[in-house]
């Protein structure tokens, strides 16, 4: 089994930053591939981020030059570095790690308005 802490969520005025951290705990092998995705009231799950244990990179296209992912592999941690922010960037930001199976954080809150 494998277990999720995410901390970092918050209000945030728009142009503002926050960065978000996972910690993974459990069964976490050496080749996985750690991420974030959000989701906002009305809509679908979507990816923000993803990276792999070789620091391969993706993100999704609202975020790309904003948002930057990134993880410590001896702490099993992944963080996201949410700069100049929006409005539209409000949302419940949820942990993935996935190894053989897919495991997902509890969500934590952004929050952009002035």
């Known amino acids: 089994q494998v277990q999720l802490v995410e901390s970092g969520g918050g209000l945030v005025q728009p142009g503002g930053s926050l960065r978000l951290s996972c910690a993974a705990s459990?069964?976490?092998?050496?080749?996985?591939?750690m991420g974030w995705y959000r989701q906002a009231p009305g809509k679908q799950r979507e990816l923000v981020a993803i990276?792999?244990?070789?620091?391969?990179?993706n993100y999704g296209d609202s975020v790309k030059g904003r948002f930057t992912i990134s993880r410590d592999n001896a702490k099993n941690t992944v963080y996201l570095q949410m700069n100049s922010l929006k409005p539209e960037d409000t949302a419940v930001y949820y942990c993935?790690?996935?190894?053989?199976?897919?495991?997902w954080g509890q969500g934590t809150q952004v929050t952009v308005s002035s």
């Open positions: 993935k790690v996935t190894i053989v199976n897919t495991y």
């Open positions: 459990g069964s976490i092998f050496s080749r996985n591939v």
């Open positions: 990276i792999t244990s070789g620091g391969y990179t």
